[in-house]
């Protein structure tokens, strides 16, 4: 069975991808998998965090389990039955890519632009590294 | 402000009277007395040793101004046991500060190691009874550590910064002397203008400290905080793969440690930006002290109501007062890490009290039933 991976971080551009990765996972019958990056928290939040009762460890925990149950929603919406979900932490292309290589996933979804506009247009996109080394095919929704 | 929110919160007052009921053994032992009087005798005579510089830095610049020969070949000799004292007495505070913490965590280690290994209770803390009492490994070796050392330099940082202000209070308003100013035409006269001048010179850069680094001590207690998180779940990863025979850690172990190690991170990001910003306003300051002191000084120098020495002592005295009153803020990134390990050793103790309370409860049902 096709094991299809899609990327995501809650941002419009993701959503998309999801949404084009359940819709393609119906089509080929495959199995989906939802992932997402831990760890994106801003300087504000932080600050807030530190001068507040919260934990950063719960609040990271949340914010993941949030986006990651966004995706499945729209998933089960566009009609795929099973889902996984799965967090990982560290750097997102490198991350991305362990996880395909080690869940030998066929084809790998991500959209085109996510919330590091900055870091994109400095470092060079996510998608752009995933397109050029991943082992599978990418698809790269708009 | 908000700096200094995060020291006596009313939640802490439990955990810090905690931690000084199995510390303060030390401070009732005639050695701890000894060594207080001692560090309190090098700090006033430190000062005293100061001012002698501050009043040779006079002479030596006046006999500069002079261009006498003799007076310079003086100051030059007197120098040398100046100098010679004041490097004896910095040996002195460095033995008398570190003798003294050594034998605060000596006592207070033992303390909590006996209370930890009695009736095998490091093996019945894994059940984690207080949160927040997981690797007790390293409270008992780094937090005491850290809460011992820096309540000593601390205080003694403090007590010095008060009476070197008050002293050298007393240099620039001699020195000093009055000013006046004509801000609308009429005529002001300033008394002591150069203590006032240090007052709200070191109120400003107080002010910018506060404002640039006012998260500082939060972002450093959480930062500490999830670094122990971090290392606890690095230690449990270890000892539950241990005990199921050395196979791997499943998923959900694995996500734990990536998510603390995670939160370590980003609190370290955040402490670089803080540190970032503060250095703005630190090293401006070390840039701009002298200065100011030298600008302040410099109407009545070129009026020719001050000689060259009394300048350059007053500019010397200027930066020693901004300094001392700099003692806060210098400091609280030392007291937040300081506040930390207290509290940590602290939930230590008060988990060790718990399973010695259950201990006791357990031996009063066992007497009551045989």
Redesign the interface.
């Known amino acids: 069975m096709q094991r299809i991976i899609v990327a995501t971080d809650g941002s419009p551009g993701a959503n998309r991808a999801v949404d084009a990765a359940a819709r393609l996972t119906k089509a080929l019958g495959g199995e989906l998998e939802i992932f997402t990056i ?2 994106s ?1 801003s ?1 504000a939040e ?2 807030k ?3 507040a009762s919260g934990d ?2 719960e609040t ?2 949340t914010a993941a389990n949030k986006v990651l149950e966004q995706a499945r929603k729209r998933a089960l919406r566009a009609g795929v039955t099973a889902v996984k979900l799965e ?4 750097d997102p292309a490198e991350t991305i890519l362990n996880t395909v290589c080690r869940q030998k996933a066929g084809i790998l979804v991500v959209g085109r632009r996510g919330r590091g506009r900055l870091s994109g247009l400095l470092l060079g996109s996510v998608s752009q590294k995933l397109a050029s080394l991943a082992p599978c095919a990418v698809m790269v929704v708009p | 402000m ?1 700096l200094f ?2 020291f006596p919160l009313h939640g802490d007052h439990p955990l810090t009277a905690r931690f000084w009921r199995s510390a303060s053994p030390f401070w009732r032992t005639g050695k701890a007395w000894g060594l207080a009087i001692f560090l309190v005798a090098i700090v006033l005579v430190q000062l005293l040793m100061q001012v002698l510089l501050n009043l040779w830095n006079r002479n030596f610049f006046n006999a500069l101004e002079r261009k006498d020969g003799y007076a310079l070949w003086f100051q030059a000799e007197l120098f040398v046991p100046l100098a010679a004292a004041s490097i004896l007495l910095a040996a002195a505070s460095v033995w008398g500060r570190m003798t003294a913490q050594r034998s605060w965590r000596e006592l207070t280690t033992r303390h909590v190691i006996e209370k930890w290994l009695e009736h095998d209770r490091f093996r019945h803390l894994n059940n984690h009874l207080v949160k927040g009492s997981e690797n007790p490994e390293y409270r008992i070796v780094v937090d005491i550590r850290v809460a011992t050392d820096a309540p000593i330099d601390l205080s003694l940082a403090l007590f010095s910064s008060i009476i070197t202000s008050i002293t050298f209070f007393v240099v620039l308003w001699t020195i000093g002397g009055s000013i006046t100013v004509a801000p609308f035409g009429w005529p002001v006269t300033i008394p002591g203008y150069l203590v006032f001048g240090v007052i709200i010179y070191s109120s400003l850069v107080s002010a910018l400290m506060v404002m640039f680094g006012q ?1 500082m001590t ?2 450093i ?2 930062m500490n905080q ?1 670094d122990a ?1 971090f290392r606890a779940a690095a230690d449990a990863f270890r000892g539950e793969n241990d005990s199921a025979g050395g196979k791997s850690g499943d998923g959900e172990r694995r ?1 734990t440690l ?6 370590t ?3 370290w ?2 402490l670089l ?1 803080q540190l970032v910003r503060t250095t703005f306003v630190s090293q401006g300051n070390i840039l701009f002290a002298p200065v100011v002191g030298w600008f302040l000084c410099a109407p009545k120098y070129l009026a020719g109501a001050m000689t060259l020495g009394e300048l350059t002592q007053a500019a010397a005295a200027f930066v020693v007062v901004q300094s001392a009153f700099n003692w806060l803020v210098d400091n609280y990134q030392r007291l937040a890490d300081w506040r930390s390990s207290v509290h940590r050793v602290a939930t230590l103790l008060l988990a060790l009290d718990e399973l010695e309370a259950k201990e006791h409860a357990n031996n009063n049902r066992r007497n009551a039933a045989g």
Request: glycine share 16%; aromatic share 8%; hydrophobic share 40%.
């Open positions: 831990g760890g928290i300087g932080l600050r965090l530190a001068s950063l460890s990271l925990e967090t990982g932490w560290g | 908000r929110q995060h998260h939060g972002v207690e959480r999830s998180e996500q990536q998510l603390k190690l995670q939160a991170l980003l609190w990001r955040e930006w």
